[in-house]
């Protein structure tokens, strides 16, 4: 079955340095997402991406945050500056035109420091 | 901002024993989605619900979208020890916007 792929799986960084996870959709969708999940709390949503622009964001996608399809498989989710705070899993999702249903990759773990 | 909060928190339960859990809001959702995630993996969608009052299955778990359209509910039923992990509803808001739910944390004692 095709899954979501997402690399790394655990990056660290030094605060302020700028990091860019990244994803592969399942290759025929057209609707991606990226949600953070601090550990021990929910799943939130970032972003999401349609035909190569943002299609909803929330409150936590300010200006330190960008995401950029920039071939055409892969997705990514650049943080300018990285703060404390930023650390958490990363979740990348895609989906199919008109589908509900998301699937979720495995995650990248971002650690601050 | 939206929220969706989830009851109860926790929950041990003995295997084979019956599992409810719900969700509500202050805010209209018109799709309620409910997902599980196991530890280090990404959320996978177990129901979704797209009408106000529907009721839907799927094997032993049925939810349902409740006629307010402002809360849903999961059962489960006969719980098995591989239905430990943490279940999330999820509201779809605007054009794909999914705003997720606080979580049940289920743990399953054999």
């Known amino acids: 079955e095709p899954e979501v792929t997402q690399t790394p799986s655990h990056q660290v960084t030094q605060m302020g340095q700028e990091v860019i996870l990244r994803c592969v959709p399942i290759s025929n969708h057209l609707y991606f997402y990226w949600y953070r999940q601090i550990l021990g709390q929910k799943v939130e949503f970032l972003v999401s991406?349609?035909?190569?622009?943002?299609?909803?964001k929330s409150e936590i996608f300010d200006d330190q945050f960008s995401v950029e399809r920039p071939d055409g498989s892969n997705f990514t989710l650049k943080i300018r500056s990285t703060k404390l705070e930023d650390s958490a899993m990363y979740f990348c999702?895609?989906?199919?035109?008109?589908?509900?249903?998301?699937?979720f990759g495995p995650g990248t773990r971002l650690t601050v420091l | 901002g939206q929220q969706l909060n989830q009851s109860p928190q926790s929950m041990f339960i003995q295997e084979g024993e019956d599992v409810s859990m719900n969700c509500t809001s202050s805010?209209?959702?018109?799709?309620w989605l409910w997902y599980k995630q196991d530890p280090g993996e990404g959320p996978v969608l177990l129901i979704a619900l797209y009408k106000a009052g529907e009721l839907t299955s799927n094997g032993r778990l049925t939810a349902q979208f409740g006629i307010t359209r402002k809360d849903s509910f999961l059962n489960i039923s006969a719980s098995i020890p591989s239905d430990v992990g943490i279940y999330f509803c999820?509201?779809?808001?605007?054009?794909?916007?999914?705003?997720f739910g606080t979580g049940t944390r289920l743990k399953v004692l054999a």
């Open positions: 991406f349609y035909n190569n622009e943002i299609s909803e």
């Open positions: 805010s209209i959702f018109n799709t």
């Open positions: 999702a895609s989906s199919d035109v008109g589908e509900i249903r998301q699937f």
């Open positions: 999820a509201g779809v808001s605007g054009t794909y916007k999914y705003i």
